[in-house]
Structures are given as C-alpha cells and as structure tokens.
C-alpha cells in the first residue's frame, strides 16, 4: 500500500517492506516513529534544494540511523552510529545494492551526529542534503538477531571522491 505524507511517498517496494519491518521489530514506537519523520524531513529537504536522492537508499538510511541504540544492535566496541549504519550497509549488501549505494548510507548513518565531517570528504560529500539528517535511509533484512561474528567488515576508509556522497544518485 502507497503511503504518501507531506507529498514525500514512502517507496513500496520489498526492500522498504523489509526495512519498516525489521526496524519495527527492534525499536518501540518512539524511535520507530522518529526513523520515519528524519526520512520524511530529508526527502523534503533535498526536494527544497533541487537534489536528487534514491527514495530506497534515503528511506533505509533515515529508518536504520538510530538502530545501534537497539540491544539487538548495539555494540560495546563502537559508537551507536557505526552500529546502526553497520547494519544498513549489510542490509543492503545482503538485499543487492552495490557497495557504492551500501558505502554511501554506511557513511551518512555513521556521521549523522557530525554533520561538519563531511565537508572534508569530496566535493559530492558537500553538496549532500545533510549528513546530520540522513537523507540516504536505512532498509531491514531477513535475517536472525545480529551477531558481531555475522557481520561484513564495516568501510575501513573513506571512498575517493568518486564515490564519497552522503547523497546518493537515483541511478543504480
């Protein structure tokens, strides 16, 4: 079923499907509620500056950047941040987006609370909507409760400026 609020249409698609669930299932309403409006909030945004965003990769990074506040996400090694956009770089690996698309929510999710970083990026990581407002969103996956053991090995460094955008293109 299409929801559309504030003329910003949530994607109907399996992965946003997956997404809304998984992050369901691990959040309680308040932080479930608030993945949604940062979605919302940065599709409009980037609307307002003429930007052209992935509505998937926006929904996932929004719905997935506060998923390492969660016990069945969080870790004792790293930042909530790193955790949260951790799990939406699996998420969309295991579900067929490239490690391009995958990079660029890892890094809009992990930088979400620094949003000076990425003006030291790449030119592309500067003309994003905000990385302080994740307009690249999260997506969720099928899979059992997360084991550290089971994950990919996050980024270990920043992609060149080929690559680097906390906005990613709607081209796949």
């Not at 930042?79 to 987006?97: K, M, T």
């Not at 409760?145 to 992609?159: E, G, H, K, N």
Request: glycine share 6%.
């Amino acid at each position: 079923m299409t929801e559309t609020i504030a003329g910003i249409t949530v994607p109907d698609t399996e992965l946003a499907r997956a997404a809304t669930e998984l992050v369901r299932e691990a959040t309680d309403d308040n932080v479930f509620h608030h993945s949604r409006r940062v979605f919302f909030f940065g599709m409009i945004k980037a609307a307002h500056q003429g930007k052209q965003v992935d509505p998937e990769l926006a929904y996932v990074g929004g719905m997935f950047h506060d998923l390492g506040l969660t016990p069945g996400y969080r870790t004792t090694e790293r930042r909530f941040e790193v955790d949260g956009a951790q799990a939406a770089y699996d998420f969309l690996r295991e579900h067929g987006r490239s490690e391009e698309e995958a990079r660029a929510v890892w890094f809009a999710i992990a930088l979400h609370t620094t949003p000076g970083i990425p003006n030291h990026l790449s030119p592309r990581s500067r003309s994003s909507p905000s990385a302080s407002s994740p307009t690249c969103s999260a997506s969720t996956s099928t899979r059992s409760p997360r084991s550290s053991a089971r994950r990919s090995s996050p980024p270990t460094r920043a992609p060149t400026s080929r690559t680097a955008s906390c906005t990613p293109s709607t081209t796949r």
